[in-house]
């Protein structure tokens, strides 16, 4: 009796393990099923049609390319950057339902959902000055602007009020909305052709780079070699400042009153302002004196180490 009593108690517990394996295996079928369900754009364009039309000219629409995206779905372009849309449709749209990029979320998540894709070309961005002053990606560019010639989809900065024929760039635009101090700088009558649209913050600074010491692109002063090549050299004789310091030690970049944008109006005293000891000749000059009439070589020599002609 006893024995046949724990044969049908086996046979009950074998039944029941079968019945678990099976609801076990049943629901990750349903779950993979689900995830393998591609959002479509057109769902979002019910509530969201202008951001989805003008998503369709815009250098992301490459997304609806199975091969960009993410996991070779069809039709990915929202769902790729807007994690949670599926829960956002079920819900019935509502904010917080969705991974969005506005002011709420922040700075820090919308750099690392652009990172996703962007960190080959900006490797660098999360340590750079914006992103440790809270600037996210979304601050400058404008993701779902419609349109491939849009400059890097940057937003559209305001047009300065001072002159109407200011034909600055978008980049400089945008960038005076933060860094307008520096913009006026470009009001003096000796500075860089911000103005009339020949360099762009861009032409020299990288935005997605930490700063150098001088904050410019590049290491110190090579972003101004450039375009100004003769003073970069190399030469056999260099000015000591120009690797302590860089062009920024003599010159303002952004603008100044005094020619060749030199922070002194006078030659003797920019170079008095280092120079403090001269030699003893020297006495009978003052702060009238134009040093470089005689030291005419002053970013480099190959032939002389006091820049003499």
């Known amino acids: 009796m006893a024995r046949r009593i724990l044969k049908l108690m086996a046979g009950g517990l074998l039944v029941l393990l079968a019945g678990l394996a099976v609801g076990l295996g049943s629901a990750p079928a349903a779950t993979a099923q689900q995830e393998e369900e591609p959002l479509d754009s057109s769902v979002c364009a019910a509530c969201h049609e202008d951001q989805v039309a003008a998503f369709a000219s815009n250098p992301h629409s490459l997304l609806n390319d199975p091969e960009w995206a993410p996991s070779g779905i069809e039709d990915g372009s929202c769902v790729s950057c807007h994690a949670g849309a599926a829960a956002h449709v079920e819900e019935g749209g509502g904010a917080g339902t969705v991974f969005a990029f506005g002011d709420e979320t922040p ?34 560019h404008e993701i779902h602007q419609p349109g491939h010639s849009a400059v890097a989809l940057l937003r559209s900065g305001p047009m300065t009020a001072a002159d109407p024929a200011d034909k600055l760039g978008a980049a400089a635009r945008l960038c005076s909305e933060c860094h307008g101090d520096v913009i006026a700088q470009f009001q003096w009558n000796e500075r860089h052709r911000l103005q009339e649209g020949i360099l762009d913050c861009t032409s020299c ?33 260099e000015h000591g400042s120009s690797r302590a310091e860089g062009c920024v030690a003599c010159h303002d970049p952004h603008g100044s009153p005094n020619r060749h944008m030199l922070k002194f109006q006078r030659v003797a005293e920019l170079c008095l302002s280092c120079h403090a000891t001269v030699p003893g000749f020297h006495s009978r000059f003052n702060l009238d004196t134009v040093c470089t009439n005689c030291h005419s070589t002053i970013h480099g020599s190959n032939f002389d180490p006091f820049f003499l002609k």
């Not at 996703?116 to 750079?128: G, I, M, N, V």
């Not at 809270?134 to 601050?139: D, P, R, Y």
């Not at 290491?219 to 004789?237: M, N, R, S, Y």
């Open 205 to 237: 600074h990288d935005p997605h780079e930490r700063a150098t010491r001088a904050r410019l692109g590049g290491f110190k002063q090579e972003a101004c070699f450039e375009c100004h090549t003769d003073k970069g050299g190399p030469f056999v004789f």
């Open 107 to 140: 700075a820090i998540e919308r750099i690392r959902a652009c990172q996703e894709c962007h960190a080959d070309t900006h490797p660098r961005f999360l340590t750079s000055e914006h992103s440790q002053a809270g600037v996210a990606c979304t601050t400058c």
